[in-house]
């Protein structure tokens, strides 16, 4: 078979594929850079965008956006999630989760509904709980996250101290300040704040606010 024969029955190929999507309602805008394994399904009024590729066990909900330029292996994601220029692999998000730019998903996380990851958020054997959000440049690994939490820019939770991987435990509704350094094993408490650029080394109890390398109490002396 020539070259000229092969690019034709590749795109062949790839336009019955889109064809057959299309019956049950899935849009793929480019068949020729969309490269989907047999065992991927789709839901109904899913739109996958140029340069995906689905690969693996993976289901994709109803009303989704998926690309341009990402890749999903062995992960489950819900209805009405938008996954834009990012990768996930062997995770699970829950309906109305937005990701990307250059995001990265991966170690078995969880994401609950309408998580929100912006900017080159990475999440690693992590679960974030409902409506929370980390939006610019952030390491999230071995943490538990609650509901309502927001995330500053630039925030890493210090899993690994040279021999162990440690967990981070952030509870609902607690304000994270930008580049603040989470050295696990650490809890932070209930609705708890920590200040831009707090490096924090001590559990911090539920409604305390900290700031400071390390972090204090706001109000005592170094803090």
Do not use: W
Not at 57 to 86: K, L, Y
Not at 128 to 138: A, E, P, R
Not at 166 to 171: A, D, L, R, S, Y
């Amino acid at each position: 078979m020539s070259t000229d024969q092969r690019l034709f029955s590749l795109l062949a190929e790839r336009v019955d594929e889109a064809a057959r999507f299309a019956e049950a309602g899935v849009t793929i805008t480019d068949p020729l850079t969309t490269y989907i394994e047999p065992s991927v399904s789709i839901g109904r009024g899913t739109v996958i965008q140029p340069n995906t590729t689905l690969s693996g066990q993976t289901t994709i909900g109803a009303d989704c956006r998926i690309g341009p330029n990402t890749v999903i292996d062995a992960s489950s994601i819900g209805d009405g999630c938008t996954i834009f220029a990012s990768v996930v692999r062997d995770s699970t998000l829950e309906d109305d989760v937005y990701a990307g730019p250059f995001c990265h998903v991966r170690g078995g996380s969880h994401l609950e509904a309408g998580v929100r990851l912006g900017t080159s958020a990475e999440v690693n054997r992590s679960r974030l709980g409902k409506g929370s959000k980390s939006n610019h440049f952030s390491y999230l690994g071995d943490a538990e996250v609650g509901e309502g939490v927001n995330i500053g820019a630039g925030t890493v939770t210090c899993n690994y101290d040279g021999e162990n991987k440690n967990k981070t435990v952030i509870e609902d509704g607690v304000f994270i300040g930008s580049d603040s350094m989470l050295v696990a094993p650490v809890r932070i408490g209930k609705g708890a704040q920590t200040g831009a650029g707090s490096v924090v080394t001590k559990d911090v109890p539920p409604g305390g606010r900290v700031a400071g390398v390390p972090a204090k109490p706001i109000g005592e002396s170094g803090g």
